[in-house]
């Protein structure tokens, strides 16, 4: 079982920054990949950037790359998502998750066992 918790949520203005992070805890986190997600109102869950946490190989949506780093701290357990330029298009509920399943993130919600809470994050115009 894994516990993850996600922080760093926030209101900033379009052009600014936010980093997101989220903690994990419960057994090894071998052969785990962990991914964020993010869900708009009246729109899908979809997949922003993940990472394999034994390689540190990192992916991003189309939509982010460039903008967004994925990285990850094995001291501390815990992936972080830092986020720049940001855009009103970007606001949304974050969510980071996490599998054994795949050796890469998988880009489907649905392939994903274990989530975090969420964190919103706002971009104003």
């Known amino acids: 079982q894994v516990q993850l918790v996600e922080s760093g949520g926030g209101l900033v203005q379009a052009g600014g920054s936010l980093r997101l992070s989220c903690a994990a805890s419960g057994r090894t986190f071998a052969n785990l990949v962990v991914g964020w997600f993010r869900q708009a109102p009246g729109k899908d869950r979809e997949f922003v950037a993940g990472?394999?946490?034994?390689?540190?190989?990192?992916y991003y949506a189309d939509s982010v790359k460039g903008r967004f780093t994925i990285s990850r701290d094995n001291a501390k357990s815990t992936v972080y998502l830092q986020m720049n330029s940001l855009k009103p298009e970007d606001t949304a509920v974050h969510y980071c998750?996490?599998?054994?399943?795949?050796?890469?993130?998988?880009?489907?919600?649905?392939?994903?066992?274990?989530w975090g809470q969420g964190t919103q994050g706002t971009v104003s115009s």
């Open positions: 990472i394999t946490w034994s390689t540190g190989n990192t």
């Open positions: 998750a996490a599998t054994r399943r795949w050796s890469r993130p998988p880009r489907s919600p649905g392939e994903y066992d274990y």
